[in-house]
């Protein structure tokens, strides 16, 4: 459970459902995204992120000037607050250590990004 931002009680939850996007460094494109569901088991989600990060990676690895892999974040709008509080459609928070650990993001992340040989920062 986390805090909303709007009553500062600690009444955050994820919703059941939504969009999870993937933001690499801080940026993103529009097809690094996938679907949740809080019924869905650890291993379709790791599978949904790796897609997710190889559709990124394989977009990324076209680009001239590679930067270094220092940021992931799996952001989405889905959260609600048990009190009712309105949060606005923009206000993105992060489900990193909800849906997946850090530490298992970290290791697909290596994995993937050695496929493309990027320097890969992201612990």
């Known amino acids: 459970m986390e805090y909303c931002p709007k009553c500062l009680n600690n009444t955050l939850v994820l919703g059941d459902h939504g969009v999870i996007n993937l933001l690499v460094n801080g940026k993103h494109i529009s097809n690094a995204r996938f679907l949740f569901h809080t019924s869905d088991k650890p291993p379709e989600i790791h599978s949904k992120i790796k897609e997710c990060l190889q559709v990124y990676f394989k977009w990324y690895s076209t680009l001239q000037n590679i930067e270094p892999i220092e940021e992931v974040d799996l952001m989405t709008n889905c959260f609600i607050c048990k009190e009712g509080c ?37 612990s």
Do not use: T
Request: glycine share 6%; hydrophobic share 50%; no cysteine.
């Open 86 to 122: 309105v949060l606005g459609a923009k206000m993105q928070l992060s489900v990193i250590d909800i849906i997946i650990p850090r530490n298992i993001l970290a290791k697909i992340v290596r994995e993937i990004g050695e496929k493309y040989r990027f320097d890969i920062k992201f």
